[in-house]
């Protein structure tokens, strides 16, 4: 068992922020606006809310009960109930190995962007598709990729509590302020009422479609890092007497609040300048927002503060899925942190080189992990946690060895045990079949 020392957060805010920026990354402030613009906007919202509620929350509770009974990572922690269960650990590691691989290159976007919006080179009069492209196909992307590797093995082998809590204390409220001071900017633009509306007005023609709920649903699964393992390697740090409930319902509420900010950035900003559509993918953030940028006052600081946002989002995930592999390499072959933190990014960088190499590897590895591997371990969690894992230990873990009341416990296995499982199943063959 992990002693309570250095291996262990040191206050309970610390592992709510830890838990939520491992939540909070490129999918909150670029993904989710423009989902929820394909999908009815206020309505989308309301029903990722939902499956916030009914699917999100409980499962993260399941995998913090296992992480805080344990103290182990997930692969010892599964096998410590089961042998057969071992595999869905496993399956951590290798969602950890492979996201890595394209996400830090976008991640590397983000940072050349940042750089670019400060020294000028975003705004000299280059068509911005221009910059993209050139910037994609020289040696600045491998650099920013790697930089982008550097600063995440940093923060990560400076151990638990001086890594990832105090860089989680740091980043989570500079990332509060800069949505908030965005979404005020955003809001004086030509363009935000129709942007407002296009986001909060619902449309209940699209909001109760088969591809809306599993938008929903696989959006509220992918932002709150169901089934990854991250988790309960987090979990596993937590001090004894965490309030399991009380963290799991503020990680994923900060969440959903950053989602919706994000919303209130992308939408009055696109609809402000004519021909921009809220639903183009990457390119809305590294080809067209800077046209919008281009426009205001002071573009340089305006851009730089949205990519800086956009870097430090991206960092907090990037920390998240090395520090899965790094707490394997120390528990499983007794190397120390720093060793181990640089193993990982070795890993990295060679995962990473490959998406660089071939842009079909890129696709195959977001293919494999997004409609695969990720729904499949969130699917086994609920399965785990619904079937398998002792109601006495749930509610142990859940209520504190009985010092904390848990009157929806009964709801809340219900969910596990039944809802949470055809849900994510139902998005697994869905996404599989579509």
């Known amino acids: 068992m992990k002693e309570q020392?250095?291996?262990?957060?040191?206050?309970?805010?610390?592992?709510?922020?830890?838990?939520?920026?491992?939540?909070?990354?490129?999918?909150?402030?670029?993904?989710?606006?423009?989902?929820?613009?394909?999908?009815g906007g206020g309505a989308f919202v309301l029903l990722y809310?939902?499956?916030?509620?009914?699917?999100?929350?409980?499962?993260?509770?399941?995998?913090?009960?296992?992480?805080?009974?344990?103290?182990?990572g997930p692969v010892k922690a599964y096998a410590q109930f089961s042998k057969w269960w071992k595999p869905l650990g496993y399956n951590s590691l290798i969602v950890s190995t492979l996201i890595p691989g394209f996400y830090y290159i976008v991640a590397g976007w983000s940072l050349y962007y940042f750089v670019a919006s400060v020294d000028g080179t975003l705004y000299s009069g280059e068509e911005f598709h221009s910059i993209f492209e050139n910037f994609c196909n020289s040696w600045q992307e491998p650099l920013y990729t790697v930089l982008f590797?550097?600063?995440?093995?940093?923060?990560?082998?400076?151990?638990?509590?001086?890594?990832?809590?105090?860089?989680?204390?740091?980043?989570m409220p500079i990332l509060f302020v800069m949505l908030l001071a965005m979404v005020v900017r955003a809001a004086m633009m030509p363009g935000a009422k129709e942007g407002?509306?296009?986001?909060?007005?619902?449309?209940?023609?699209?909001?109760?479609?088969?591809?809306?709920?599993?938008?929903?649903?696989?959006?509220?699964?992918?932002?709150?890092?169901?089934?990854?393992?991250?988790?309960?390697?987090f979990a596993s740090y937590f001090k004894k007497g965490t309030n399991l409930s009380t963290t799991a319902w503020s990680a994923s509420m900060l969440t959903f609040l950053v989602a919706v900010l994000s919303g209130m950035i992308i939408f009055p900003a696109?609809?402000?300048?004519?021909?921009?559509?809220?639903?183009?993918?990457?390119?809305?953030?590294?080809?067209?927002?800077?046209?919008?940028?281009?426009?205001?006052?002071?573009?340089?600081?305006?851009?730089?503060?949205?990519?800086?946002?956009?870097?430090?989002?991206?960092?907090?995930?990037?920390?998240?899925?090395?520090?899965?592999?790094?707490?394997?390499?120390?528990?499983?072959?007794?190397?120390?942190?720093?060793?181990?933190?640089?193993?990982?990014?070795?890993?990295?960088?060679a995962s990473a080189a490959l998406c660089l190499w071939s842009?079909?590897?890129?696709?195959?590895?977001?293919?494999?992990?997004a409609d695969v591997l990720m729904p499949l371990g969130g699917l086994l969690t609920c399965i785990f946690a619904g079937w398998h894992l002792d109601r006495k230990i749930f509610r142990k873990e859940i209520s504190n060895d009985g010092t904390l009341r848990a009157p929806l416990f009964g709801v809340l296995v219900f969910l596990l045990k039944w809802v949470a499982p055809l849900l994510i199943g139902a998005t697994f063959v869905y996404n599989l079949l579509f």
Request: charged share 15%.
């Open 5 to 39: 020392n250095n291996d262990s957060f040191g206050s309970k805010i610390g592992a709510v922020l830890v838990a939520a920026g491992s939540a909070i990354g490129l999918g909150s402030i670029w993904r989710f606006p423009y989902i929820a613009g394909e999908n």
């Open 49 to 72: 809310l939902v499956c916030v509620l009914i699917l999100g929350i409980p499962v993260m509770l399941s995998e913090f009960a296992i992480g805080t009974h344990t103290r182990k």
């Open 149 to 171: 590797i550097v600063l995440t093995h940093i923060v990560v082998s400076r151990g638990v509590r001086k890594g990832l809590e105090r860089t989680a204390e740091l980043i």
């Open 196 to 233: 407002f509306e296009f986001f909060f007005k619902p449309d209940f023609s699209k909001a109760f479609s088969i591809k809306t709920i599993i938008s929903a649903i696989g959006q509220a699964f992918f932002s709150l890092s169901i089934g990854l393992g991250c988790l309960i390697t």
């Open 270 to 349: 696109v609809f402000s300048v004519e021909g921009l559509e809220p639903t183009q993918g990457p390119t809305l953030i590294f080809e067209t927002l800077p046209f919008v940028f281009k426009d205001m006052s002071m573009p340089q600081f305006w851009s730089a503060v949205f990519f800086l946002l956009i870097t430090l989002a991206a960092l907090t995930s990037t920390i998240t899925f090395h520090e899965v592999i790094t707490e394997y390499c120390q528990e499983h072959h007794g190397l120390s942190r720093r060793a181990s933190a640089s193993i990982t990014s070795v890993i990295s960088v």
């Open 359 to 369: 842009s079909k590897i890129f696709d195959f590895f977001d293919m494999v992990t």
